[in-house]
């Protein structure tokens, strides 16, 4: 969902597919973006399970496993959005 007006993006994977390249569940986030002087504020917000909801999960399937995972996404993500927005400058 775009919330132009707000700034605002808020989105979510619905059917994840495979562990091996993003091992969570029930993913869903929000982007939100401020005006901070002559800059811009992106916060980037992320509510997850692990892929394995069970006890005991595999490795590569477990929490630390599905927060390094959603971690990275963000950092990329973020770092080309500032790329992007830089060159357009």
């Known amino acids: 969902m775009l919330d132009a007006e707000n700034r605002k993006l808020q989105y979510k994977i619905v059917d994840p597919t495979d562990p091996a390249v993003m091992p969570v569940n029930n993913y869903s ?19 997850f399970y692990r892929w394995f909801l069970n006890n005991n999960p595999p490795e590569g399937q477990n929490e630390s496993a599905a927060k390094a995972a959603v971690e990275k996404i963000a950092r ?7 790329t992007l927005i830089e060159g357009q400058k």
């Open 29 to 47: 986030a929000k982007l939100t973006i401020e005006a901070t002087g002559a800059g811009s504020k992106v916060e980037w917000e992320a509510a």
């Open 76 to 82: 990329e993500s973020l770092s080309n959005l500032k």
